[in-house]
């Protein structure tokens, strides 16, 4: 028998001496007066990066989602209409905050929100739509923003797969009323667990930040006064510690992102399949390498992601719609999200992947897309 082939890991972070350097010091150094220290650095080094005016670290990309929505006052009796296909990290805080998530279908190229299907689900209850730019691909952002000035709706971006995504110059993230990220680590950018909150919006800024600290306003001079009932989402130092080297190393984390992509894409050309598009005048940050075999083509995923196990590389399934999980009504008219997930497969793109890795990981996909 021989040995077991390396393991091709589906994503784990990029992690140098200068991370765990600043881990150190915040372990050592950062507590008493300086206990904010990396948090703060690493607010500003994210604004500077995604060229918005403010943020806030939080415990998790939903976390963020869960604040800002909450900012905005929905709640009881609103709806949100996001993508049915989605991780449930989006869905979930619109139903924390008691209001109902109205899944739509999506665009076939995109995977997100079809613009068309968007406003067809519009009612007097909608308060938001929410932008999810699944796997890196960016939303149809000036249709959406067309829709959400049109109807007074808020637009909100879920940009935790977004990271690296340029929409005509613009950074995902900053499009919308305010921008949700996430440094889980699967994610581009990672601090563990954690996410951020970043708005260009002075007052909803101050909400958001009263609200992640229990109620407590910035300027309350009263020690142990919140003036409401808030929430406790926010980062830790140690964790920020980890996100400022991770934000210093942005653009080469980005690239890595792509040189993956770029090569799956030259393996795997010729191949009756659709990889993350990048439309004209967008730059995709390509977090999730992904495959859609073409409509009518024989696949079977499951013999793939088999083959995958067989020679130890973890592949993943696309999301599942939502509404095809037990809390959520089916919604079998929604074709495109149900045909994409059939046909769909996550491929591996871990930080380290070698062009080896890569190849080995393209020929299964080859292999079996002729059997
Ligand atoms: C990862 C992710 C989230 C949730 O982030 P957490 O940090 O795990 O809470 C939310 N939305 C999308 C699109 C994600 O990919």
């Known amino acids: 028998m021989s040995a077991t082939p390396s393991r091709i890991h ?37 604004c500077e990066h995604l060229g918005s005016r403010h943020a806030i670290a939080t415990a998790s990309g939903t976390g963020a989602l869960h604040l800002g929505m909450a900012a905005l006052g929905i709640g009881a009796g609103d709806e949100v209409i996001l993508a049915d296909i989605n991780w449930i990290a989006s869905a979930a805080p619109i139903v924390h905050l008691g209001a109902t998530p109205v899944l739509v279908d999506v665009d076939a190229n995109s995977w997100c929100l079809d613009p068309a299907a968007v406003e067809a689900a519009i009612t007097p209850r909608t308060r938001a739509i929410l932008a999810v730019h699944l796997y890196g691909n960016l939303c149809e952002l000036d249709a959406l923003r067309a829709i959400a000035a049109r109807y007074g709706l808020h637009l909100i971006e879920d940009a935790a797969e977004a990271l690296g995504s340029v929409w005509h110059g613009r950074r995902a993230g900053t499009l919308g009323v305010f921008g949700a990220f996430s440094f889980h680590g699967t994610k581009t950018f990672t601090t563990g667990e954690g996410g951020i909150f970043v708005t260009d919006d002075d007052a909803l800024y101050e909400r958001v930040l009263t609200l ?41 984390l980005i690239a890595g992102k792509r040189r993956i992509f770029e090569a799956y894409a030259r393996h795997l050309a010729g191949l009756p399949l659709q990889l993350n598009p990048e439309p004209p005048g967008t730059r995709n940050g390509y977090w999730m390498p992904t495959l859609v075999v073409d409509e009518g083509v024989p696949f079977e995923r ?6 995958f196990k067989a020679d130890n590389i973890d592949g993943r399934v696309f999301f599942w719609p939502l509404s095809s999980l037990s809390m959520f009504e089916p919604r079998p008219q929604h074709r495109i999200s149900h045909s994409l997930a059939r046909r769909a497969l996550n491929l591996p793109s871990y930080h380290d992947m070698s062009s080896a890795d890569i190849a080995r990981v393209a020929a299964h996909v080859t292999a079996q897309l002729a059997a």
């Open 302 to 307: 499951e013999a793939l992601l088999a083959r």
């Open 10 to 46: 589906y994503t784990r972070p990029s992690i140098t001496q200068r991370e765990t350097d600043y881990a150190a010091d915040a372990a050592a150094n950062g507590w008493g007066e300086r206990c904010y220290d990396y948090i703060h650095r690493f607010e500003k080094l994210f």
């Open 212 to 252: 992640s600290n229990h109620g407590r306003a910035r300027g309350e001079t009263r020690q142990f006064w919140p003036e409401r009932i808030g929430y406790k989402y926010k980062m830790s130092n140690l964790q920020a510690a980890i996100g400022c080297a991770q934000v210093e190393r942005a653009e080469e």
